[in-house]
C-alpha cells in the first residue's frame, strides 16, 4: 500500500488487530527486512512497517533529511494512519528515529523496543583508527592522481577500515547519511521514559554490544537482553529468543 506523508509517496504494510506497534526498518534495507518481525508480531497486534523515505518503494527526501526529519515523517504517517499510542520497534536505523521520537515526544508512543540500534557515537581511539585517518589525509593529494579504478579502490579498502561503507554506498542519499551518523543521540537517552527493551546480538559488529550497554544505562526504564551468537541483525540470526523476547514484553 502506498500513502501520501509530507508530499513524499510512502509504502507501507499493515497487519493483524489489536494494539497497533510500528516497525522502522535499518539503513540500506526496507520493511521486507522485518517481515519474519511483522508476521509473528502480527498473530496478535496490529503491525504498521514502512519504506522510509529513500528506501524500498518510498519517495526519496527532497534534500539531505537529519534524524528529526525522518521522526517527523514517521509522525505525520501515525496521524494519517490515525495511529495513537503505539509501541514502537527500530532496527539499527530505525533504533534512531525511535529514540528521537520516544526522547522529545514521549506522549505518542506506549513503549520502546531497540533491536541492535544505532544512536551512539563510537568514539574510536586504537591505533588503526588513528593512523588510517592520518594516512587518509597525507596520502589524499598521492591518490588522487591514480588511475580512476586503483583511487576508487583504495578509497573503498579505506572507509571499510574506518566502518563507513554505508558512506560509499549510499548513493543519492549521501547528504542525509553524513547529517544522521553525525549525530550523537545520547543526550537523549535520560529523557526516554517509555518501558525500553532493547535486544542486542553479542557479536554486532555495527553497532557493539557496548552501545547497547551504555542506552541501557542511560535510559532509565530500560532492560537489555543480549542473544548470543547474532550479529547486526539478530532477529535473523536468533529468531526464537528474539520472538520469546518480544512476546514476553508487548503480551504484559
Known amino acids: 500500500m502506498f500513502i501520501n506523508v509530507a508530499s513524499l509517496r510512502i509504502r507501507y504494510e499493515c497487519a493483524g488487530e489489536g494494539k497497533p506497534i510500528v516497525l522502522l526498518h535499518g539503513w540500506g534495507t ?5 517481515y519474519p518481525l511483522i508476521k509473528h508480531i502480527s498473530s496478535y497486534r496490529k503491525v504498521y512497517a514502512l519504506d522510509l523515505p529513500g ?4 519517495d526519496f527526501p527532497p534534500n ?11 509522525l505525520d504517517f501515525m496521524a494519517k494512519c490515525k495511529i495513537e499510542k503505539p509501541d514502537m520497534l527500530g532496527h539499527s536505523f530505525g533504533g534512531r528515529i525511535t529514540i528521537k521520537i520516544a526522547a522529545l515526544h514521549p506522549e505518542q508512543i506506549e513503549s520502546v523496543i531497540l533491536v541492535d540500534s544505532a544512536g551512539v557515537r563510537q568514539y574510536e581511539t586504537g591505533w588503526k583508527y588513528k593512523l588510517s585517518r592520518i ?9 588522487d592522481r591514480l588511475p580512476n579504478i586503483l583511487r576508487k579502490n583504495i578509497r573503498r579498502r579505506f572507509y571499510r577500515t574506518i566502518g563507513s561503507t554505508d558512506y560509499l554506498n549510499a548513493g543519492r542519499l549521501k547528504e542525509t547519511f ?12 535520560p529523557s526516554i521514559s517509555a518501558q525500553t527493551l532493547l ?5 554486532d559488529d555495527a553497532t ?3 552501545d547497547g550497554q551504555l542506552m541501557a544505562n542511560k535510559i532509565p526504564n530500560s532492560k537489555l537482553v543480549v ?14 529468543l528474539v520472538t520469546q523476547t518480544l512476546d514476553n514484553f508487548l503480551r504484559h
Open 55 to 58: 528506501f524500498g518503494q518510498s
Open 208 to 210: 557493539p554490544l557496548a
Open 178 to 189: 553524513g547529517k544522521v551518523v553525525s549525530e550523537d543521540l545520547e543526550s537523549l537517552l
Open 30 to 34: 526496507h520493511l521486507g527486512s522485518l
Open 64 to 74: 539531505g533529511w537529519a534524524v528529526s526529519d525522518y521522526a517527523d515523517l514517521v
Open 227 to 240: 542473544l548470543p551468537n547474532a550479529g547486526h541483525y539478530s532477529f535473523l540470526d536468533q529468531p526464537a
Open 199 to 203: 535486544i542486542w546480538g553479542e557479536k
Open 135 to 143: 594516512l587518509a589525509e597525507l596520502g589524499k593529494p598521492v591518490v
